[in-house]
C-alpha cells in the first residue's frame, strides 16, 4: 500500500475506532484490589514464621543485613502464595543500564522419577539468578566473551505477581552485578546510596536530641508525563515506531497556544485507558494518586504517592510497563520520549524527593516558623551546599540524547541547575547570612470578593516551574529528569551528594560539641558559612530569562547544555572520589557510566539519522516528486491550451525538493564518514555532523508538507496525531 493510502487508511481506523468494555466490576472498591498482587507485610505476616518475619521486616524497615538462614521459609511462602494465584513461572526482575526492564523466566515446575513433576522453589533460588551479563551495556567492566552475571534478591522491594491471559509470572525484584561485585544495574548503586546517606542523615538526627533514630530513608514520588497517540497513526510512522519521536512534521495551525488543554476535560477514550490503569497498577500496590491532561495536545499525566526511593524506582518501570500495555489495549500507544513531537512540550519525569522516617516525618517540613527550626534549616542547607557543589553530577544524571530536546527550551528547566527557595525560606537564608534569623513571613489570606466563597489561606512564597531544583513546601522537587528514564540515577546522585554534605556538616556540629561549644552557636555559624559560600546557587527568578544565562555565568554556575558537556562530569577526580568514598561507585564503575552514556547517546542518534534518510528518501521526496510531476503536468498542458498556468506554483515546490536532495546527500556522506574509533568521537560525530543535517533535511520535507497535496502526503501529520484521540 503506498504512503498516502496507508496515512488514508489510517485516518479511516481511527475514526471507527470503537473502544473496548471495562475491564473491572461495578461491585469492585479500589481498596479492595489494592496491593492484592503483592508479596506484602500483610500476606508475609500471614504467612512466615514469626521470627523470619521479624528478620525481614527488621531488614526492610530499618536497613538491617538479611538473614541468609530466611531464604527458604520465605521461598516457600512465596512459591504457595503465587501457585495460588496462578503462577506457573518466576522471573528475576533487573534493571540494566538499557533504562529497560530485564527478565528471565524459569518454570516452578521440575521433573521427578517417576515422571511426573513437582513445584520446587528454594531459598538459594529465591536470593540468587544467573543471566548472561554478556549483552548488556557494561561500559568496559566485562568483555563481550564473558557472559557470567548474577542477580540478587532485594527483598526491600515486594515481589508481584503479573497477570497474563497466558498465565501469571511470579516477579522477584533483584540487583544485578557482575563476578567481581560491579554494579550491571540502576538499584544496586541506588541501595548502597540510601544506606550512605542513611547513615549521616541519623549522624545529624542524634545531634538534634533524637538519640537512637530510626533509619533515615529518602522517598521519591515522581510525576509521570507522556502522549498517547491512535495506534494506527503509530503504525504508520516509521520514526515513532523505532525512534519513539517524529522526525518529520510541521506545526500544525492549533497548538497548545489556547492553554485549553491543560487540566481540561479528560477525553472519554484516554479517561477508560486510565481507569484501566489505575485498576492494574492498584493491583500491583502502585499508588496511583492523580491524572490529568497536561500542557500539550495529546498530552497527560500521573503522578503517585510518595515512596521509598528504591521501591518508588521499582514501581516507575513497572508503570511504564502497564501503561504501553494497556495503551494498546485501547487502541492507542503510549509515549515516554522526552520530545515526540517538535513544537510542543515534551514530557518530564519531576523527581520530588525527601528524607525522613517513621518517627519525625519528612525532616524538610519547615512548620510555621522555619527561622526557629534548625534541625530543618540544617537539612536544607545540606541540600544548598549539595547542589552548589554537585551540579555537574545532578546534570550527567539526566543526561540523554532524548532529554538534550527537552532541557533549556522554555518548557523544561534550564540545563543550569539552580535552587529554588520561595519567599519565605530566601528571606530566612538571607537573614541567617547577615548574623541570624528572627522572623519568618508567615502565611497569608485571600479575600476572593464572594460572600459565599470561604476566605482562603496561602503560602508565604510562590512555585517556581523554570527551576530545575525547586521547594516545594515540605520537599524538593527535581524537574529535569526526563519522562523515559529511570528515577533511580538522579536518586542515586541526590542520595550520593547529600550524604557527603550531611557527613561534612555532622562532623563540624559533632566537633563543636566535643570542644565544649554551645551548639546552638554552632550551627548558626555553620549556616551563615553555607548560605554565605553556596548562596549563589539559589535563584528565585525566570530560569527562562535570556538574562539568566548571563547572572549564573557571574555566579560560577555551568551551562552544561548537552549530553557531550554534562558526561565529563563523571569522571572528574572530585566525583570519582566522591563516589568512592560512600562506596556507591568505584572508578571502574563510574568510568563505565560515563562510556555506556556516550554509547547510548551515539547510538540513539544514529537511528534516527537512518531513520532521517530512509523516510525522506523513500516517502517524502516520491511524494513530493510526484506533486512536482502532476504542477509541471498541468503547466505543460494548460500553456498547450494557450492558457497561462501557475509556473510560480512550481517553483515554490521544486525550491524544497532541492533543498530536501541536498540535505539527504549531506545525510548519507555523514553516515557513510568513518570516524576515529572510540565513544566520545562517534558521539562527537553524531552531535557535530548527524544532528545537523537532520535539520537539514527535516526543515525542507517541513516546508513540503505544507505545499503537497493533502492526499499525497504519506505521513500522519501533527494535525491528525495529536487532535484524533
Known amino acids: 500500500m503506498s504512503g498516502n493510502r496507508v496515512r488514508l487508511q489510517a485516518i479511516r481506523d481511527v475514526e471507527a475506532y470503537v473502544p473496548p468494555s471495562a475491564s473491572f466490576t461495578d461491585t469492585e472498591a479500589p481498596g479492595q484490589i489494592f496491593g492484592e498482587n503483592v508479596f506484602n507485610k500483610v500476606v508475609m505476616q500471614k504467612r512466615l514464621p514469626k521470627s523470619v518475619y521479624k528478620s525481614v521486616i527488621a531488614t526492610i524497615e530499618?536497613?538491617?543485613?538479611?538473614?541468609?538462614?530466611?531464604?527458604?521459609a520465605v521461598a516457600s511462602a512465596m512459591k504457595d502464595w503465587a501457585?495460588?494465584?496462578?503462577?506457573?513461572?518466576?522471573?528475576?526482575?533487573?534493571?540494566?543500564?538499557?533504562?529497560?526492564?530485564?527478565?528471565?523466566?524459569?518454570?516452578f515446575l521440575e521433573p521427578v522419577s517417576d515422571g511426573s513433576a513437582l513445584a520446587e522453589f528454594a531459598g538459594k533460588t529465591l536470593t540468587q539468578g544467573e543471566p548472561d551479563a554478556s549483552s548488556f551495556p557494561n561500559g568496559g567492566l566485562r568483555n563481550t566473551f564473558e557472559a557470567r552475571g548474577y542477580t540478587a534478591w532485594d527483598p526491600t522491594s515486594p515481589a508481584y505477581v503479573l497477570e497474563n491471559p497466558n498465565g501469571n509470572t511470579l516477579c522477584i525484584p533483584t540487583v544485578f552485578v557482575s563476578m567481581t561485585g560491579e554494579a550491571l544495574d540502576h538499584k544496586t548503586p541506588l541501595l548502597r546510596s540510601q544506606q550512605a546517606m542513611?547513615?549521616?542523615?541519623?549522624?545529624?538526627?542524634?545531634?538534634?536530641?533524637?538519640?537512637?533514630p530510626e533509619h533515615?530513608?529518602?522517598?521519591?514520588?515522581?510525576?509521570?508525563?507522556?502522549?498517547?497517540?491512535?495506534r494506527h497513526f503509530f503504525l504508520a510512522r516509521p520514526d515513532l515506531l523505532n525512534a519513539g519521536r517524529t522526525l518529520f512534521g510541521a506545526k500544525p495551525p492549533k497548538g497548545q497556544e489556547f492553554d485549553d488543554h491543560y487540566f481540561g476535560a479528560i477525553p472519554e477514550r484516554v479517561l477508560g485507558f486510565m481507569m484501566d490503569t489505575e485498576r492494574e497498577l492498584f493491583k500491583l500496590g502502585i499508588p496511583a494518586k492523580t491524572r490529568h491532561n497536561e500542557?500539550?495536545?495529546?498530552?497527560?499525566?500521573?503522578?503517585?504517592m510518595f515512596e521509598r526511593a528504591n521501591l518508588?524506582?521499582?514501581?516507575?518501570?513497572?508503570?511504564?510497563t502497564t501503561f504501553k500495555t494497556i495503551a494498546k489495549k485501547h487502541g492507542m500507544e503510549c509515549l515516554f520520549h522526552e520530545k515526540p513531537f517538535q513544537g510542543v512540550n515534551g514530557s518530564g519525569k519531576h523527581v520530588n524527593f525527601s528524607l525522613g522516617n517513621s518517627e519525625v516525618g519528612s525532616v524538610f517540613v519547615p512548620g510555621d516558623t522555619p527561622h526557629e527550626n534548625a534541625q530543618f534549616l540544617?537539612?536544607?542547607?545540606?541540600?544548598?551546599?549539595?547542589?552548589?557543589?554537585y551540579a555537574g553530577l545532578l546534570r550527567a544524571s539526566v543526561a540523554s540524547a532524548t532529554n538534550d530536546h527537552r532541557l533549556g527550551a522554555n518548557e523544561a528547566p534550564p540545563a543550569i541547575i539552580s535552587i529554588f527557595l520561595g519567599d519565605q525560606l530566601a528571606d530566612v537564608f538571607g537573614q541567617i547570612a547577615k548574623g541570624a534569623a528572627t522572623s519568618s513571613k508567615g502565611k497569608g489570606t485571600m479575600i476572593i470578593g464572594v460572600d459565599t466563597l470561604p476566605v482562603l489561606p496561602t503560602d508565604p512564597g510562590d512555585r517556581n516551574r523554570t527551576s530545575p531544583f525547586a521547594f516545594t513546601g515540605n520537599r524538593f522537587e527535581f524537574r529535569a529528569p526526563g519522562s523515559m528514564q529511570s528515577v533511580a540515577g538522579p536518586m542515586t546522585t541526590i542520595n550520593t551528594i547529600m550524604a557527603e554534605s550531611l557527613d561534612y556538616m555532622a562532623t563540624i556540629l559533632e566537633k563543636a560539641l566535643a570542644d565544649g561549644e554551645d551548639f546552638d552557636t554552632a550551627v548558626q555559624l555553620l549556616l551563615t558559612e553555607i548560605i554565605t559560600e553556596h548562596g549563589d546557587v539559589v535563584f528565585n527568578g525566570d530560569g527562562y530569562a535570556d538574562a539568566w544565562p548571563i547572572e549564573a555565568e557571574k555566579r560560577g554556575l555551568a551551562n552544561l547544555k548537552t549530553t557531550l558537556d554534562a558526561l565529563p562530569e563523571l569522571i572528574t577526580e572530585p566525583a570519582m572520589a566522591l563516589f568512592e568514598k560512600y562506596k556507591v561507585f568505584n572508578h571502574r564503575e563510574m568510568h563505565s557510566r560515563y562510556e555506556i552514556g556516550l554509547e547510548q547517546y551515539a547510538l540513539t542518534i544514529g537511528v534516527e539519522a537512518r531513520l532521517t534518510l530512509e523516510v525522506g528518501a523513500t516517502s517524502i521526496l516520491p511524494a513530493s516528486v510526484r506533486y512536482q510531476t502532476e504542477l509541471a503536468t498541468n503547466v505543460a498542458a494548460l500553456k498547450a491550451a494557450g492558457v497561462e498556468g501557475d509556473p510560480d506554483a512550481l517553483a515554490e515546490v521544486s525550491g524544497p525538493i532541492a533543498e530536501l536532495r541536498a540535505g539527504l546527500a549531506t545525510l548519507k556522506a555523514a553516515l557513510d564518514e568513518e570516524t576515529d574509533h572510540g565513544a566520545l568521537a562517534e558521539a562527537?560525530?553524531?552531535?557535530?555532523?548527524?544532528?545537523?543535517?537532520?535539520?537539514?533535511?527535516?526543515?525542507?520535507?517541513d516546508t513540503l508538507e505544507a505545499i503537497v497535496a493533502d492526499d499525497l502526503w504519506p505521513l500522519p501529520t501533527y494535525q491528525e496525531m495529536l487532535f484524533m484521540l
Open 62 to 72: 530499618h536497613g538491617a543485613k538479611l538473614d541468609p538462614l530466611v531464604g527458604d
Open 83 to 107: 501457585l495460588e494465584k496462578g503462577v506457573t513461572h518466576y522471573a528475576h526482575v533487573f534493571y540494566p543500564l538499557t533504562g529497560l526492564t530485564a527478565e528471565k523466566h524459569d518454570s
Open 198 to 212: 542513611g547513615e549521616h542523615a541519623e549522624r545529624i538526627l542524634k545531634l538534634f536530641g533524637h538519640t537512637d
Open 216 to 230: 533515615v530513608v529518602s522517598f521519591c514520588g515522581p510525576e509521570q508525563e507522556y502522549f498517547l497517540v491512535d
Open 295 to 304: 500542557v500539550a495536545p495529546g498530552q497527560f499525566e500521573i503522578a503517585p
Open 312 to 320: 518508588a524506582a521499582d514501581h516507575q518501570q513497572l508503570l511504564m
Open 378 to 389: 540544617v537539612f536544607c542547607a545540606a541540600v544548598i551546599r549539595a547542589v552548589h557543589l
Open 684 to 701: 562527537e560525530h553524531a552531535r557535530d555532523a548527524l544532528l545537523p543535517a537532520m535539520l537539514t533535511v527535516r526543515a525542507a520535507a
